[in-house]
């Protein structure tokens, strides 16, 4: 018989959907509803293409091993390198965070997780500006007029404007879609531009220049080039006439401000400009880094708790320190410090660059992944852990930073063990193989 | 023929739907062993939908699958979804930021008749035989850019 499991969080995207509804038969998913394409496609595959049992990497083949045997390989790893990365945690709970920046501060090694190829940029900004955040709830019921800078929601966060943005009525904002403006910004004119009101198509890697065009506006320079970032500059005008006839402006802000040149500095400038267009205006302005995964906001959260700062935590002198573009995952991986890592809860191989990849298949790289990723091409110990959201409970945070609980939907196949579980066993034993040493 | 353009890479939800589906899947291949070109340069580059070209830009070369664009207009700007194809052309260098750059990278399209490589083969090919650092241009250590 098939059973609906219903208000199941979907454990992908930072949205964090929390309204979905999975099928389920004999222990297994069949179907979901209300979800988008890839939270059904995330739910509908997560059962398929499992390893059975962790593997290690003998004579350059993976050859499956016990339980017993790939926790004491991965330990003696992590105890014999000098500078371990461990690296991740973005699709995993919190609580599996907290065990691993346990085992980082055991290894003396680098905690850093997916946020750095992500919204580090948007972090390290924050910490300097300053930053008006908001949860989606009060977007949902206050905001008309919603920015979408360097993102494309349509594709990276399908419902996002469905759910939480742009279609849904609010208190404030009654007639859902047409009580709101919609501006993107991006140079292509993607999907996301297609729905919006203005598409501001402005040229690559100009954005920080547009910004500041913004703000010379707002702040009564006059604007002397004939156009600017590839936009007229009287359209820039219209543009910053047409923002300043709202009450309450977000923005929400992706991967286009943060992984080109300028990168913290052109959140920097977004972040100015969201408080003058406040000071002197006087609209309501916020703004919202869009999550990618959906616990990297948790991940983030979790390591300062823990640490007392958000990524890139080094404990190679036995405290932590923080230094991005020192400390951050590719540098290290760059300039080839790393001499081991730990991979749980992101999958590298397809996001990491080229040279940080060409280094980590040089190293010995523990791999806690369910599926057959590429990246087990270069793993040289592989663990098959339940799924969190789907096999196993977990805390995790949605983009806004608020903690939602997810949710077991089916057992996990035999000998899967919680991600957490993994790292308490590896962690049990590197705490031994220490005790000996000394 | 050769043409000069600006790299961008992103996501898609294709892409999205191809990693969820296992990245030894068609749907991941299909949706990222591609770079999408405008139209109007397609037609310019004399390109059919699928034909095979090699994207190379000073950090690396790889051959996908030339794909007209469907979030057009944008000449002169090619895109490829985030994967195993695109991270070998990036630009690994972050500029003390911690993120190295992946849009804006100055890029080449050329015509071939090579294969194009499946996410594992990439893998394998590129860094666990070591033949990526073969085909980058430059940085052969750290030093020699900063």
């Given at each position: 018989?098939?059973?609906?499991?219903?208000?199941?969080?979907c454990?992908?995207?930072g949205?964090?959907?929390?309204?979905?509804?999975?099928?389920?038969?004999?222990?297994?998913?069949?179907?979901?509803?209300?979800?988008?394409?890839?939270?059904?496609?995330k739910?509908?595959?997560?059962?398929?293409?499992?390893?059975?049992?962790?593997?290690i990497?003998?004579?350059?083949?993976?050859?499956?091993?016990?339980?017993?045997e790939?926790?004491?390989?991965?330990?003696?790893?992590?105890?014999?390198?000098?500078r371990?990365?461990?690296?991740?945690?973005?699709?995993?709970?919190?609580?599996?965070?907290?065990?691993?920046?346990?085992l980082?501060?055991?290894?003396?090694?680098?905690?850093?997780?997916?946020?750095?190829?992500?919204?580090?940029p948007?972090i390290?900004?924050?910490?300097?500006?300053?930053?008006?955040?908001?949860?989606?709830?009060?977007?949902?019921?206050?905001?008309?007029?919603?920015?979408?800078?360097?993102?494309?929601?349509?594709?990276?966060?399908?419902?996002?404007?469905?759910?939480?943005?742009?279609?849904?009525?609010?208190?404030?904002?009654?007639?859902?879609?047409?009580?709101?403006?919609?501006?993107?910004?991006?140079?292509?004119?993607?999907?996301?531009?297609?729905?919006?009101?203005?598409?501001?198509?402005?040229?690559?890697?100009?954005?920080?220049?547009?910004?500041?065009?913004?703000?010379?506006?707002?702040?009564?320079?006059?604007?002397?080039?004939?156009?600017?970032?590839?936009i007229p500059?009287?359209?820039?005008?219209?543009?910053?006439e047409?923002?300043?006839?709202?009450?309450?402006?977000?923005?929400?802000?992706?991967?286009?401000?943060?992984?080109?040149?300028?990168k913290?500095?052109?959140?920097?400038?977004?972040?100015?400009?969201?408080?003058?267009?406040?000071?002197?205006?006087?609209?309501?302005?916020?703004?919202?880094?869009?999550?990618?995964?959906?616990?990297?906001?948790?991940a983030?959260?979790t390591?300062?708790?823990?640490?007392g700062?958000?990524?890139?935590?080094?404990?190679?002198?036995?405290?932590?320190?923080?230094?991005?573009?020192?400390?951050?995952?590719?540098?290290?991986?760059?300039?080839?410090?790393?001499?081991?890592?730990l991979?749980?809860g992101?999958?590298?191989?397809?996001?990491?660059?080229?040279?940080?990849?060409s280094?980590?298949?040089?190293?010995?790289?523990?791999?806690?992944?369910?599926?057959?990723?590429?990246?087990?091409?270069?793993?040289?110990?592989?663990?098959?852990?339940?799924?969190?959201?789907i096999?196993?409970?977990?805390?995790?945070?949605?983009?806004?930073?608020?903690?939602?609980?997810?949710?077991?939907?089916?057992?996990?196949?035999?000998?899967?063990?919680?991600?957490?579980?993994?790292?308490?066993?590896?962690?049990?034993?590197?705490?031994?193989?220490?005790?000996?040493?000394? | 023929?050769?043409?000069?353009?600006?790299?961008?890479?992103?996501?898609?939800?294709?892409?999205?739907?191809?990693?969820?589906?296992?990245?030894?899947?068609?749907?991941?291949?299909?949706?990222?062993?591609?770079?999408?070109i405008?139209?109007?340069?397609?037609?310019?580059?004399?390109?059919?939908?699928?034909d095979?070209?090699?994207?190379?830009?000073?950090?690396?070369?790889?051959?996908?699958?030339?794909?007209?664009s469907?979030?057009?207009?944008?000449?002169?700007?090619?895109?490829?979804?985030?994967?195993?194809?695109?991270?070998?052309?990036?630009?690994?260098?972050t500029?003390?930021?911690?993120?190295?750059?992946?849009?804006?990278?100055?890029a080449?399209?050329?015509?071939?008749?090579?294969?194009?490589?499946?996410?594992?083969?990439?893998?394998?090919?590129?860094?666990?035989?070591?033949?990526w650092?073969?085909?980058?241009?430059?940085?052969?250590?750290?030093?020699?850019?900063?």
């Amino acid at each position: 018989m098939i059973e609906e499991k219903e208000n199941i969080v979907c454990p992908f995207c930072g949205c964090l959907c929390d309204d979905g509804v999975v099928k389920v038969e004999d222990n297994k998913i069949v179907g979901t509803r209300n979800l988008c394409r890839i939270g059904h496609k995330k739910f509908e595959s997560a059962q398929h293409g499992r390893a059975e049992s962790p593997r290690i990497r003998k004579n350059g083949e993976l050859v499956p091993v016990t339980l017993e045997e790939a926790f004491d390989k991965a330990a003696e790893i992590l105890v014999n390198a000098e500078r371990p990365l461990f690296y991740g945690w973005s699709a995993t709970c919190a609580e599996a965070t907290q065990v691993g920046c346990e085992l980082t501060e055991a290894c003396r090694g680098i905690i850093d997780c997916t946020a750095t190829i992500c919204h580090a940029p948007s972090i390290e900004a924050i910490q300097d500006q300053g930053a008006p955040l908001s949860t989606l709830g009060e977007v949902m019921n206050r905001a008309d007029l919603i920015l979408y800078w360097g993102c494309n929601p349509m594709h990276a966060h399908p419902r996002h404007m469905s759910r939480y943005s742009v279609y849904p009525r609010g208190f404030f904002r009654k007639r859902g879609r047409k009580s709101r403006t919609i501006m993107v910004f991006d140079p292509r004119r993607t999907d996301t531009a297609k729905l919006a009101d203005l598409h501001v198509q402005i040229s690559p890697a100009s954005d920080h220049m547009l910004v500041h065009t913004f703000r010379e506006i707002l702040n009564s320079y006059d604007v002397t080039h004939e156009t600017v970032a590839g936009i007229p500059a009287d359209a820039i005008r219209e543009t910053m006439e047409a923002m300043a006839q709202h009450q309450w402006c977000i923005l929400f802000f992706g991967m286009g401000l943060t992984q080109q040149m300028g990168k913290d500095r052109n959140i920097d400038v977004a972040i100015q400009l969201m408080h003058e267009l406040n000071k002197y205006i006087g609209i309501r302005t916020t703004l919202m880094p869009m999550r990618g995964h959906f616990n990297v906001a948790g991940a983030n959260i979790t390591i300062c708790s823990e640490t007392g700062y958000p990524f890139a935590v080094d404990f190679s002198r036995g405290y932590p320190r923080y230094l991005p573009g020192e400390t951050s995952a590719m540098d290290v991986l760059y300039r080839g410090e790393v001499d081991a890592m730990l991979n749980i809860g992101a999958n590298p191989g397809t996001s990491f660059s080229n040279r940080a990849l060409s280094h980590m298949a040089k190293i010995p790289l523990i791999n806690i992944e369910p599926h057959n990723q590429q990246l087990l091409q270069i793993s040289d110990v592989v663990f098959s852990p339940a799924m969190v959201g789907i096999e196993c409970e977990g805390t995790a945070y949605r983009m806004d930073n608020v903690p939602i609980k997810l949710r077991k939907v089916v057992e996990p196949p035999e000998n899967r063990l919680p991600d957490v579980v993994i790292l308490t066993e590896i962690l049990k034993r590197v705490k031994e193989l220490k005790g000996k040493g000394a | 023929m050769e043409m000069e353009f600006i790299l961008s890479t992103g996501r898609s939800i294709w892409q999205g739907e191809g990693i969820e589906a296992g990245c030894d899947s068609d749907l991941y291949f299909n949706a990222c062993a591609r770079v999408e070109i405008d139209p109007d340069d397609m037609e310019r580059l004399g390109l059919k939908e699928n034909d095979t070209v090699k994207v190379v830009t000073k950090y690396g070369k790889v051959v996908v699958y030339a794909k007209e664009s469907e979030q057009s207009p944008h000449r002169g700007l090619i895109y490829m979804p985030y994967g195993t194809w695109a991270n070998v052309l990036v630009e690994p260098l972050t500029q003390c930021t911690g993120m190295p750059n992946l849009k804006n990278i100055p890029a080449r399209i050329e015509k071939t008749d090579e294969k194009v490589l499946g996410a594992h083969e990439a893998i394998k090919y590129y860094y666990a035989d070591g033949n990526w650092e073969g085909t980058a241009e430059s940085l052969k250590s750290y030093y020699d850019i900063h």
